[in-house]
């Protein structure tokens, strides 16, 4: 990983801004730039999304990812009806809104889907991985068993965000107070309701 705290130009800013209201998501604007900005930073492996929903944060991923190295981003998701923690309902529906935020943000080469659920075909990845973006079931069962299925996978200066990771009542926030308190894992920065983190000693 390169730094990702770079400042952007005020017109690649208003470029964002338009893809951002060009898609629907659960990230704001500013956590939207994060992501773009640890995309960029990603000089080897690849980038694996755990939860695209219409794919605002696929996109965001896939555009740092373009402006960075070129590292494949893979956008995991069933698109099965399913109803998050928070209330939030989702379904088949979803799939056609990620592939149109694809195609009218120019990601479409830069992003697959796999349309399954992440701990179907985990056990067989071979590819390591640069960035682990989790945003899929926020229960704690659900996010343990998402990092669970990924981590092994991860380059060793790898960085893992999770969204939703500032509310204690979710599984986010648990799982990552327990990775930090093992003393594996250390919080490497934090926006909004996104927290990143990264195994400790791994330079
Ligand atoms: C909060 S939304 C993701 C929002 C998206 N990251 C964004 O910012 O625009 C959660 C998504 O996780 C998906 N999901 C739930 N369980 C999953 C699993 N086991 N594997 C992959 N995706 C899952 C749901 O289908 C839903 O689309």
Redesign the pocket.
Known sequence: MQSYSESLTTVKVNTLQTCFEN?????SFEEALLLYKLAKSAMGGCIV??????????VFLGLGSIDGAGVPVYA?????K?T?VLG?V?GPK?RTEFYRAMLSNKCSEIVSLINL???KFCKTWNEPISLLWI???HSYN?VK??FDSWINHMQPDGLIAF?DATDKNLGPHKLIDELIESGLFAKVTSVGKVIVIEKVNHK
Request: net charge negative; charged share 35%.
């Open positions: 898609t629907e998501g659960m990230i999304e755990v939860g695209s929903y219409r794919g605002r944060s696929s995991i998701d069933p698109h099965k399913f998050g939030g989702f979803d659920s992440s701990d945003d899929g079931d659900g068993n998402d969204d």
